[in-house]
């Protein structure tokens, strides 16, 4: 195998939008590489940013060696489907379907199985709606303390976003003129 540079080596002000740009395509929403350079100018405060298309097609190129060509990505949403189907519980799969949506908002998606995080997405489903499904989950034979360690990381993330929100609320109703 040849040597590579290393990615910390490259701008990232390039290497992050070639990696959305190569999602894009991976996901089949291609986003044009004309319009993502547009928009990172736009969005550069004051400052011109200074790839071109060319820069980013070269990028891609390094990245999809980087991973070898290997483009398949796997997410939660088919075992999720699969285990409530086989579990008899297809009432929660809207709510859990819900929880793998804020997941991407996470890193859980870079650090565990799809299926894992797919069976902690039920668990939390299955708090919230009060369901006791701890024979189900002990049959299973995975290791419940990684799912409760997923289930605790989606749970602060809802913590957070809670507070960032009731932040920002109260800035807001700070700039509300007061009734007399």
């Not at 100018?41 to 390094?62: F, H, N, P, T, W």
Request: a negative charge; proline letters at 4%; glycine letters at 2%.
């Amino acid at each position: 195998m040849p040597w590579r540079k290393s990615f910390s080596e490259y701008d990232p002000f390039l290497v992050a939008p070639t990696c959305l740009y190569l999602a894009s395509k991976a996901e089949e929403n291609t986003v044009q590489a004309k319009l993502l350079v547009h928009y990172m100018q736009k969005i550069s405060a004051g400052e011109k940013y200074r790839y071109e298309i060319k820069d980013v097609l070269e990028m891609e190129m390094r990245l999809l060696e980087a991973l070898d060509y290997y483009l398949v990505v796997y997410h939660p949403y088919r075992p999720l489907v699969q285990l409530l189907q086989d579990a008899g519980m297809t009432d929660m799969i809207q709510t859990a379907w819900s929880l793998v949506n804020d997941t991407y908002r996470t890193d859980l998606i870079l650090m565990y199985p799809p299926h894992m995080i797919a069976l902690a997405c039920i668990f939390v489903a299955c708090v919230l709606k009060e369901k006791d499904t701890r024979t189900w989950f002990e049959d299973l034979r995975v290791d419940l303390n990684v799912i409760k360690n997923i289930s605790m990381e989606i749970l602060d993330f809802y913590d957070n976003y809670r507070t960032i929100l009731d932040e920002r609320l109260n800035v807001a109703l700070s700039k509300l003129p007061h009734r007399v």
